[in-house]
Nanobody, 122 residues
Framework: QVQLAESGGGLVQAGGSLRLSCVAS????????VGWFRQAPGEEREGISS????????YYSDSVEGRFTVSRDNAKNTVYLIMDSLKPEDTAIYYC???????????????WGQGTQVTVSA
């Protein structure tokens, strides 16, 4: 059974940083494309970053480019999202997702985590 678990969310002041982790069980995450998504209250889910499984090609949405960094730790079967220079508009539930056949950058993900709340105060 495949499971993804996000952690690392919390409350931070504007300008601060957080590191989100996405740990997988049941799959070797290094073989999978992993995406990070977020959903703010009343908004649609937004894809913000992905890293491909085949060649580690990385994508960022315009809203996080230059502030967020995605990376892998294959030994820990984990993908990280390092978020710097956080803004109040980054407040959302953040999800990771994985799929072997994902349509880059943000389509076709089968496995999803339960989400972690990120709140950025002004």
């Amino acid at each position: 059974q495949v499971q993804l678990a996000e952690s690392g969310g919390g409350l931070v002041q504007a300008g601060g940083s957080l590191r989100l982790s996405c740990v997988a069980s049941g799959i070797s995450l290094d073989e999978y494309t992993v995406g990070w998504f977020r959903q703010a209250p009343g908004e649609e889910r937004e894809g913000i970053s992905s890293i491909s499984g085949s060649d580690n090609k990385i994508y960022y949405s315009d809203s996080v480019e230059g502030r967020f960094t995605v990376s892998r730790d294959n030994a820990k079967n984990t993908v990280y999202l390092i978020m710097d220079s956080l803004k109040p508009e980054d407040t959302a539930i953040y999800y990771c997702a994985a799929d072997f056949w994902a349509r880059l950058p943000f389509g076709g993900f089968t496995y999803w985590g339960q989400g972690t709340q990120v709140t950025v105060s002004a």
